[in-house]
């Protein structure tokens, strides 16, 4: 029976020296920029705040709310989801029509005043076996109490976007190789973008006792 | 996971769950390979600081990590100094002599210096130059820790063709960023959790730096630690405490360096005094440079650090404030802002008014100023202590040497 094997992830950060310094020169860089901005954007955030979840689930829409101080455009883009069945393409053009609607009800764009200007970047992921194994249910909770962070977010965010499996690596070992369809089903089922990576740990383990009847 | 050794593992319990482990395991990959990294000081100053710690780290992971300082003359080093300035904006005269020392002095330490590694990593502007000197095959990366975003357009012409030729620059901020044709990494800063400045430390040792100081109890205080110049703002925070005392009893303390070499400095440190002539719960400590365990312990003393700068590079006083569970109000300049997230581990602030109703708030509210100093400690473990430095450091080098 092959057994998860725990992979952690590096995220290398790459400056694109591109900025933009209000709405509608978002749009125009959003439109144009590498796919990989729009994914390190729309997502790494949750590597780097591993602990605590922000205000907002991505860059674009933190920004708009705290450095251009355009709440409704933060809030709007907050709500740009995310989801397996979903291209960067896809996302990208989700992101443009929210901001493009959003310049056309605005009577007219200011310059940023005193917030700083949104500065592009992409990154790069360094994977990192960890070593470590799990056989059963059991053994993936304990190593699951224990894995460093990027685990969380490799199995999760980069299997279901960047690699485009469809599922979180989690799910696809637990029902395809232990047969936990159901328990696969609902950790598959977790809205991943309202918890931190330590949020989601404790949300995983908790289905994953429950499971056991713990 | 075996450890392979006692000065990386001193950091398994301070640092995030798993960290150690990851760290072994990416540098595993890279046992037996070389890393050189030049700068032009070994005492004195963050990099040397950082160096110090680092490479020790580096060795015990297996990799052949090396250090080598350049050497030059008192013209060299008045024209990187001049550099150094120019880079971060300010006006600077600079003759064709010193255009041409700065590239004389760089052939001399390249050919002084073995520069032969599978990854060196150059640090700042002042041995740049020895980028001409690369080996086939192996990989540069230029390391820039200063405030570049808005260079003198005419030292920044002249580095540029440098820069140009390494394999990779890393910047501290993305605002830093340039118009490159190499890939530009960010690299953000960090602290070492074990060093006096961020150690535990004991209640016995916390005392003697009060009595030192004549600090007592009965009133918190609001401690800001920094040079005395006007970019950290001092004489914004005294006029942000002077609103609070209105409202309010507390002490604010202003610790620094001295600014024997800056006349601004000279100036704002008068200033500064003068305020504090005026009031008794003004304390003005002029700390030598080494006064590492004073800040420390003045630290966690503190009810809130404040770091009201009005410009800023990273500003890495406030991660110290944070790793020890103050709340910290910063200016929302530089890199305090990729350090306080608003609201959750900290506040920024951009007025005198703002920084004075967060003191205020924060006093009267204990409890809120005890869970954002909690978030703040959790967020710094994570994202400024030199665990989180040494991984990128080695996720940069899989990555040059193509071991992704």
């Known amino acids: ?214 | 996971m075996k450890p392979l050794g006692t000065l990386l593992e001193a950091y398994r319990h301070i640092s995030p769950p798993g960290t150690l482990d990851l760290i072994y395991k990416l540098g595993e990959k890279l046992q037996g390979r070389s890393m050189l990294h030049v700068n032009s000081t070994k005492m004195g100053g963050g990099v040397a600081e950082m160096l110090h710690r680092l490479v020790p780290m580096f060795r015990e992971l297996g990799i052949e990590a090396r250090w080598e300082i350049i050497t030059g003359t008192p013209l060299f080093f008045k024209t990187t100094k001049s550099f150094h300035n120019a880079l971060q904006g300010d006006e600077a005269l600079l003759t064709d002599a010193m255009f041409e020392e700065y590239r004389r002095v760089n052939e001399d330490n390249a050919a002084r210096l073995d520069l032969s590694a599978d990854m060196v990593v150059i640090h700042d502007p002042q041995p740049a130059a020895l980028i001409g000197h690369k080996a086939e095959g192996k990989k540069w990366l230029w390391r820039c820790h200063i405030d570049i975003s808005r260079p003198l357009r005419k030292v920044w012409h002249f580095m540029k063709p440098y820069i140009s030729g390494y394999d990779g620059a890393i910047f501290s901020l993305p605002s830093f960023a340039q118009r490159l044709k190499i890939p530009q990494y960010l690299v953000y800063p960090s602290i070492d959790p074990l060093s006096d400045k961020n150690r535990e430390l004991e209640p016995e040792e916390i005392e003697a730096v009060k009595e030192e100081f004549d600090l007592t109890d009965d009133k918190p205080i609001i401690l800001q630690v920094s040079r005395f110049d006007k970019f950290k703002d001092p004489v914004g925070l005294i006029e942000a405490y002077k609103i609070v005392r209105t409202h309010q009893d507390c002490r604010l303390v202003l610790a620094g360096g001295g600014a024997s070499d800056d006349p601004e400095g000279e100036e704002v440190l008068a200033r500064v005094r003068e305020e504090a002539a005026k009031d008794e719960d003004i304390l003005v400590l002029d700390l030598p440079p080494d006064a590492n365990l004073a800040i420390n312990a003045l630290q966690r003393s503190a009810a809130i650090i404040v770091q009201k700068s009005v410009k800023e590079g990273f500003g890495l006083t406030v991660a110290e404030g944070m790793w020890k569970g103050k709340p910290v109000i910063g200016g929302a300049v530089g890199g305090i802002v990729a350090q306080i997230v608003y609201g959750l581990t900290g506040y920024t602030v951009n007025s005198i008014e703002g920084c004075a109703y967060r003191i205020r708030s924060l006093l009267n509210n204990p409890d809120m100023a005890r869970k954002l100093g909690e978030d703040a400690r959790e967020y710094t473990r994570k994202n400024f202590l030199i665990t989180r430095h040494l991984i990128d450091y080695l996720s940069l080098m899989s990555l040059m040497m193509g071991l992704r």
């Open chain 1, 1 to 214: 029976m092959p057994e998860f094997q725990f992979i952690g992830c590096i995220e290398i950060k790459e400056l694109l020296g591109q900025k933009a310094d209000n709405e509608a020169q978002l749009l125009e860089m959003i439109e144009d920029v590498h796919p990989d901005s729009i994914y390190y954007h729309m997502h790494s955030y949750f590597l780097r705040h591993v602990y605590l979840s922000g205000p907002f689930p991505n860059d674009f829409a933190n920004w708009a709310a705290i450095e251009l101080r355009d709440n409704v455009l933060g809030e709007k883009l907050a709500n740009v989801s995310v989801s397996p069945e979903k291209s960067l393409e896809d996302i990208r053009m989700d992101l443009v029509e929210t901001i493009d609607k959003h310049l056309s009800e605005m009577r007219f764009v200011a310059p940023i005043l005193r917030g700083s200007p949104f500065h592009f970047m992409k990154s790069q992921i360094v994977e990192v076996p960890l070593g470590t194994e799990a056989q059963d249910l059991s053994e993936f909770i304990q190593a699951l109490q224990d894995v460093h962070a990027s685990a969380l977010y490799y199995h999760i965010f980069e299997a279901r976007i960047r690699v485009r499996k469809g599922r979180n690596d989690f799910s696809i070992w637990l029902d395809d190789v232990l047969g936990y369809a159901q328990l696969a089903e609902g950790i598959e089922g977790i809205d991943f973008y309202m918890f931190s990576l330590e949020g989601l740990r404790l949300k995983i383990l908790d289905l994953c006792r429950q499971e056991l009847g713990e």
